[in-house]
C-alpha cells in the first residue's frame, strides 16, 4: 500500500482546507483495503458522497483508503445466469456494458438516469450502496432485480439479498470493517423492465423512482416486482402493487390495479422538496409511467 499525505492533490489539498485534518491511503488490492479499515478510516470511492458530506462535516474520518485503483473491484462478468458487478464499477461503464444492455437493461436504465455525466464518469454503484441515500437511484434497480449484494471482511465473506441491505436512512447491513466489492444480479433477458425517476431539479437525485421488473408467459404475468426509491427513508419492494400485476395481462385495466393497490402503509417522506402527499401521488404517476412503457 502506498501511503501518501494529501498535499500536492489539489482537490484533496481545497478538501483538507474545510474538514478536520486526515491522512490518505491508497490500497493496491482488497486484502490492502480491508487491512486499512480500523479505527476510524473509511473508504473512497468515487468520493461523490462522501467528500461532499465531509465538507458539509456530516462525516469526520482519521483516514480515507482510497480504492479507485483497484482493478478486481472494476468490470462486468457473466457466470451462467448471473451477472457480477465489480462495486467499484462506474455508473457510466454499467449503462455503456454490452453485457448489461443484454441481460439487466434495468441496470443500464437506471445508471444512465444518474446526476450527469460527470457524476456517472466517476461515482460508483458500491459507493452509492454504501451511502444508501434514500433519494439514490441503484437500490430500486437491485430490489427489482432481486440482485445480491457481496461483503468482504478480513475474515468473511457475505451475501446480502437486495431487500435486507437497505436498513434505514444512510444505513446498511454494511458493517465498518468490510467491503463492497461485488453485485450479483440474476440475468433478467425475457423480462420487460422499466425505470422512471421524478427528479429533483438541481441535484438530478430521484424524488421518486419506480422500478419494474415483469416476466410474461404467454400472455400472463408470472413474475412482477415494483420497487421505489426517494419515497421512503429506506427503498422497498412494493408487495400490494407486485402482487396485483401478478396472473393477469398487462393492459389498461391492470395497471389501473396496481396503482390502486399499492402499498398504503409505508412511511412516505416529506421534506422541503416534496410533501408526503405530493410523494405519494408521483409514486402513482411513476408506477403508471413505467408499466406503460412496458406496455
Ligand atoms: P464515495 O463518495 O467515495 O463513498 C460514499 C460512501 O460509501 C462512503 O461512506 C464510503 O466510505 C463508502 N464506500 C464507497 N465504496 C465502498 C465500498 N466498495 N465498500 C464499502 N463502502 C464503500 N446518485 C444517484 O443515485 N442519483 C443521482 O441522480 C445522483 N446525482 C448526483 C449529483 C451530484 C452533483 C453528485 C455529487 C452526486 C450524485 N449522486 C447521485 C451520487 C453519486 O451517484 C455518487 O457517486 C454515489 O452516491 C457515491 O459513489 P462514490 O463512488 O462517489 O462513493
Not at 478536520?20 to 488490492?29: D, H
Not at 441481460?103 to 452509492?128: C, E, M, W, Y
Not at 405530493?278 to 412503457?293: D, T
Request: proline letters at 3%; one cysteine or more; a negative charge.
Amino acid at each position: 500500500m502506498t501511503i501518501d499525505r494529501i498535499k500536492g492533490i489539489n482537490p484533496i489539498k481545497n478538501l483538507e482546507m474545510s474538514t478536520n485534518p486526515f491522512q490518505y491511503k491508497r490500497a493496491n488490492s482488497v486484502d490492502d483495503a480491508l487491512e486499512a479499515l480500523n479505527g476510524d478510516a473509511k473508504i473512497l470511492a468515487g468520493g461523490h458522497s462522501l467528500l461532499p458530506a465531509m465538507k458539509l462535516r456530516l462525516f469526520s474520518a482519521d483516514t480515507l483508503v482510497d480504492i479507485s485503483k483497484i482493478e478486481s473491484l472494476k468490470g462486468i462478468q457473466v457466470d451462467g445466469e448471473t451477472i457480477i458487478i465489480g462495486a467499484g464499477t462506474t455508473h457510466q461503464a454499467i449503462a455503456d456494458s454490452e453485457v448489461v444492455q443484454e441481460h439487466i437493461p434495468l441496470f443500464a436504465q437506471v445508471a444512465g438516469k444518474i446526476g450527469d455525466v460527470q457524476v456517472r464518469n466517476v461515482g460508483t454503484i458500491g459507493g452509492s450502496l454504501a451511502h444508501a441515500d434514500p433519494a439514490a437511484d441503484w437500490p430500486a434497480a437491485l430490489l427489482a432485480c432481486h440482485a445480491t449484494v457481496v461483503l468482504q471482511s478480513s475474515s468473511n465473506t457475505r451475501e446480502i439479498p437486495a431487500d435486507e441491505f437497505f436498513t434505514g436512512m444512510f444505513s446498511t447491513a454494511l458493517a465498518d470493517s468490510e467491503l463492497i466489492t461485488q453485485i450479483k444480479v440474476p440475468s433478467h433477458t425475457g423480462f420487460i423492465c422499466r425505470y422512471e425517476k421524478f427528479v429533483q431539479p438541481a441535484s438530478r437525485f430521484a424524488l421518486v423512482g419506480c422500478a419494474i421488473c415483469i416476466k410474461q408467459d404467454d400472455d400472463a404475468i408470472s413474475q412482477a416486482t415494483v420497487a421505489y426509491t426517494g419515497l421512503a427513508d429506506t427503498p422497498f419492494v412494493d408487495k400490494g402493487a407486485s402482487a396485483a400485476l401478478q396472473g393477469g395481462s398487462l393492459n389498461q385495466e391492470s395497471i389501473e390495479a396496481a396503482v390502486e393497490a399499492r402499498d398504503q402503509s409505508v412511511y412516505v417522506m416529506s421534506d422541503h422538496f416534496a410533501s408526503e402527499s405530493y410523494r405519494k401521488h408521483l409514486a402513482g404517476v411513476m408506477l403508471e409511467r413505467a408499466l406503460q412503457g412496458a406496455v
